[in-house]
């Protein structure tokens, strides 16, 4: 979805210049701790200066990176209705991810199982709105750890048909599924076309782990997939308890990381990451729900636009356990700030309790939180049909429109339809038993479940698909 942006802009010119000075002087002289040999050895080849695990950057190699990265590109789906076209002004929304714990729709919380990780996917196909999967719930009942991530892409491939998020094994399955080569993944790449994107998280303060810098040298280096830089810096705990110096430690681990990447496969795409929280120091945890927050993720996608880069924070995020008024509110202060701040990815869909849980029905309130946010923000179209000038000649003074072709023409685009928000007048809500929106939630996620018809996949296909998951299943 592309729109003029009303951006929220805390920081001025000067602010961001210094922001950016300063990044430099700490990658400069201070740098980055990276655990992969594999990574410092390509940072010495470039010439880097690398002392035991932490390396130190030039002014010159990090303008180099910055102008490298690309501000368009596209990221396939399977289905190509949901291939997304990413630019500076486009927005997408995929769920939240990675959460070990399910909240049902009273409140009881528990552990995720594949039978979760499953009605997820069925609720990201549902939904339009979801243009890419995530392993939503990490199944920690009945399934293995180290069998998690691979269950999840199996479980995304086989239920939806949309943009993939890339994991271990990714790669492979969605070759078996896609019908394609990991040459042909690498020579669309060159051409700005993409299969999938990968999250690359980086540990705060400024270290990026074996794991994830292998993660990345694999991704963009043998299929140049859009990386998804995810530092996730806590203010007083893991950064700086100011913001601004907050900002400051958040700009060199983007940074620093995009360097690595760009030393991989110069032009790779990367999205910057904002996602960042502040601390709440009478509990000493992260807090994602808090004002804090917001400022954080309106001025990083001000940091993100200034390099010219396409940004990825979080929607929906709230510090609540359970789908009450502050899990909506919070949810709807998140979803319009980042979006309004000109965040271009955007997951977090269904998220509870400062990412520790999942919900069905708190997936289903964000959606229309979403529509909210997307409506609220869908630029005005200034058509003769539109403005309907003539109509009001014809109209007239003390006439109506309700029983005009041009009302019945326009109104189902024009006005949105809620999903479960209800608009009754009071006899009637109270007739239909006094319903919340989380129990109308609740009854719309019984429906898609029951209704979820799942998207056509050759037999031979997934034949294939069945037989490399038990061919590799890590634990058996």
Same mark, same amino acid.
């Given at each position: 979805?592309?729109?003029?942006?009303?951006?929220?802009?805390?920081?001025?010119?000067?602010?961001?210049?210094?922001?950016?000075?300063?990044?430099?002087?700490?990658?400069?002289?201070?740098?980055?701790?990276?655990?992969? @040999? #594999?990574? $410092? /050895?390509?940072? =010495? *080849?470039?010439?880097?200066?690398?002392?035991?695990? %932490?390396?130190?950057? !030039?002014?010159?190699?990090?303008?180099?990176?910055?102008?490298?990265?690309?501000?368009?590109?596209?990221?396939?789906?399977?289905?190509?209705?949901?291939?997304?076209?990413?630019?500076?002004?486009?927005?997408?929304?995929?769920?939240?991810?990675?959460?070990?714990?399910?909240?049902?729709?009273?409140?009881?919380?528990?552990?995720?199982?594949?039978?979760?990780?499953?009605?997820?996917?069925?609720?990201?196909?549902?939904?339009?709105?979801?243009?890419?999967?995530?392993?939503?719930?990490?199944?920690?009942?009945?399934?293995?750890?180290?069998?998690?991530?691979?269950?999840?892409?199996?479980?995304?491939?086989?239920?939806?048909?949309?943009?993939?998020?890339?994991?271990?094994?990714?790669?492979?399955?969605?070759?078996?599924?896609?019908?394609?080569?990991? @040459? #042909?993944? $690498? /020579?669309?790449? =060159? *051409?700005?076309?993409?299969?999938?994107?990968?999250? %690359?998280?980086?540990? !705060?303060?400024?270290?990026?782990?074996?794991?994830?810098?292998?993660?990345?040298?694999?991704?963009?280096?043998?299929?140049?997939?859009?990386?998804?830089?995810?530092?996730?810096?806590?203010?007083?705990?893991?950064?700086?308890?100011?913001?601004?110096?907050?900002?400051?430690?958040?700009?060199?681990?983007?940074?620093?990381?995009?360097?690595?990447?760009?030393?991989?496969?110069?032009?790779?795409?990367?999205?910057?990451?904002?996602?960042?929280?502040?601390?709440?120091?009478?509990?000493?945890?992260?807090?994602?729900?808090?004002?804090?927050?917001?400022?954080?993720?309106?001025?990083?996608?001000?940091?993100?636009?200034?390099?010219?880069?396409?940004?990825?924070?979080?929607?929906?995020?709230?510090?609540?356990?359970?789908?009450?008024?502050?899990?909506?509110?919070?949810?709807?202060?998140?979803?319009?700030?980042?979006?309004?701040?000109?965040?271009?990815? %955007?997951?977090?869909?269904?998220?509870?309790?400062?990412?520790?849980?999942?919900?069905?029905?708190?997936?289903?309130?964000?959606?229309?939180?979403?529509?909210?946010?997307?409506?609220?923000?869908?630029?005005?179209?200034?058509?003769?049909?539109?403005?309907?000038?003539?109509?009001?000649?014809?109209?007239?003074?003390?006439?109506?429109?309700?029983?005009?072709?041009?009302?019945?023409?326009?109104?189902?685009?024009?006005?949105?339809?809620?999903?479960?928000?209800?608009?009754?007048?009071?006899?009637?809500?109270?007739?239909?038993?006094?319903?919340?929106?989380?129990?109308?939630?609740?009854?719309?996620?019984?429906?898609?479940?029951?209704?979820?018809?799942?998207?056509?996949?050759?037999?031979?296909?997934?034949?294939?698909?069945?037989?490399?998951?038990?061919?590799?299943?890590?634990?058996?």
């Amino acid at each position: 979805m592309d729109r003029g942006l009303d951006r929220l802009s805390p920081l001025k010119k000067s602010d961001l210049e210094q922001i950016h000075q300063k990044t430099a002087d700490i990658l400069v002289h201070t740098g980055m701790s990276f655990e992969s @040999e #594999k990574a $410092r /050895d390509i940072f =010495r *080849k470039h010439g880097f200066k690398v002392d035991g695990d %932490i390396v130190c950057y !030039s002014e010159q190699a990090i303008e180099e990176a910055i102008k490298k990265v690309p501000k368009e590109f596209k990221i396939l789906a399977k289905n190509p209705k949901h291939t997304m076209h990413v630019t500076l002004e486009s927005m997408h929304f995929h769920p939240g991810g990675g959460s070990p714990f399910v909240t049902d729709h009273q409140g009881v919380r528990r552990n995720a199982t594949p039978a979760d990780v499953d009605d997820f996917q069925k609720m990201i196909q549902h939904f339009d709105d979801m243009e890419c999967t995530r392993p939503i719930v990490q199944p920690s009942a009945g399934i293995p750890a180290q069998n998690a991530y691979m269950y999840c892409t199996y479980s995304a491939l086989k239920h939806t048909d949309k943009v993939m998020s890339l994991f271990e094994d990714g790669v492979d399955m969605m070759c078996i599924v896609y019908g394609i080569s990991k @040459e #042909k993944i $690498r /020579d669309d790449a =060159r *051409k700005g076309v993409h299969y999938g994107l990968s999250v %690359i998280s980086v540990t !705060s303060p400024l270290e990026l782990t074996v794991m994830q810098s292998d993660r990345l040298i694999e991704q963009a280096g043998q299929y140049g997939t859009p990386l998804v830089i995810a530092p996730m810096p806590a203010a007083g705990t893991t950064a700086p308890c100011t913001i601004p110096g907050f900002l400051i430690q958040q700009n060199c681990e983007n940074i620093g990381t995009i360097v690595l990447a760009q030393l991989v496969n110069p032009g790779n795409p990367v999205f910057y990451g904002v996602m960042g929280s502040g601390t709440d120091f009478k509990i000493g945890s992260a807090v994602y729900g808090g004002p804090e927050t917001r400022i954080m993720e309106l001025a990083g996608a001000q940091i993100a636009k200034f390099y010219g880069m396409p940004c990825r924070g979080n929607g929906g995020l709230t510090d609540a356990h359970f789908s009450d008024f502050q899990a909506g509110a919070e949810a709807a202060l998140h979803y319009y700030n980042v979006a309004r701040g000109g965040v271009n990815l %955007i997951p977090g869909a269904g998220h509870l309790g400062s990412f520790l849980e999942q919900s069905l029905e708190q997936f289903v309130l964000d959606c229309e939180i979403m529509g909210y946010v997307k409506r609220i923000l869908r630029p005005l179209e200034f058509t003769e049909e539109n403005m309907a000038a003539d109509l009001i000649k014809k109209v007239g003074p003390k006439g109506q429109y309700l029983t005009e072709e041009h009302t019945f023409n326009h109104f189902r685009e024009e006005f949105y339809d809620p999903i479960v928000f209800p608009r009754m007048s009071y006899n009637i809500w109270a007739e239909q038993g006094k319903k919340e929106a989380r129990e109308k939630a609740h009854e719309k996620v019984l429906e898609i479940l029951a209704n979820y018809q799942r998207p056509e996949m050759d037999p031979a296909v997934e034949r294939d698909l069945d037989k490399y998951v038990a061919e590799h299943w890590p634990v058996k």
